[in-house]
């Protein structure tokens, strides 16, 4: 084991953590694809922003001179569990910091469990009710 190397502890399950340790902005590390979507993963700087005061999240992409920011509202968030449901109202999707359309989806509400959060190091690892796993870095 190196010493202060925090991946020793991704083997221990912890208890979520409260609400606070929640919020914020989480960059994605590393995500698995889920059963119906094998190319689901495309390795782009992306960004979910929770904000559990305002009841709000988004999931902010760059790739090149495109952005994408999925934006949508928060249902509710479990520190017993560490199940934050939400659900996707808005798409913009800009080129080059400017927006050049808005999109509004029809989605069904989604999860995310979070199994994992170490403040301390500002890691976390969770699962979306889409079935894959997210390695993420505050």
């Not at 979520?16 to 919020?23: L, W």
């Not at 080059?96 to 959060?117: D, N, S, V």
Request: glycine share 8%; proline share 7%; aromatic share 10%.
């Amino acid at each position: 084991m190196i010493p202060g190397d925090p991946l020793p502890c991704l083997c221990v399950h912890r208890a979520a953590a409260p609400a606070k340790d929640v919020s914020g902005t989480w960059r994605l590390v590393f995500s698995t694809a889920t059963s119906t979507r094998a190319l689901q993963y495309i390795p782009v700087r992306e960004d979910f922003i929770i904000d559990l005061v305002k009841r709000s999240c988004s999931l902010d992409s760059v790739l090149g001179p495109l952005s994408f920011s999925i934006r949508g509202d928060v249902a509710g968030f479990d520190p017993a569990t560490g199940e934050l449901a939400f659900q996707f109202m808005a798409v913009d999707i800009g080129l080059l910091g400017r927006q050049l359309w808005r999109i509004t989806p029809k989605t069904k509400p989604k999860t995310y469990t979070f199994y994992y959060i170490d403040p301390a190091n500002g890691i976390a690892a969770a699962r979306s009710s889409a079935g894959g796993l997210a390695l993420l870095r505050k």
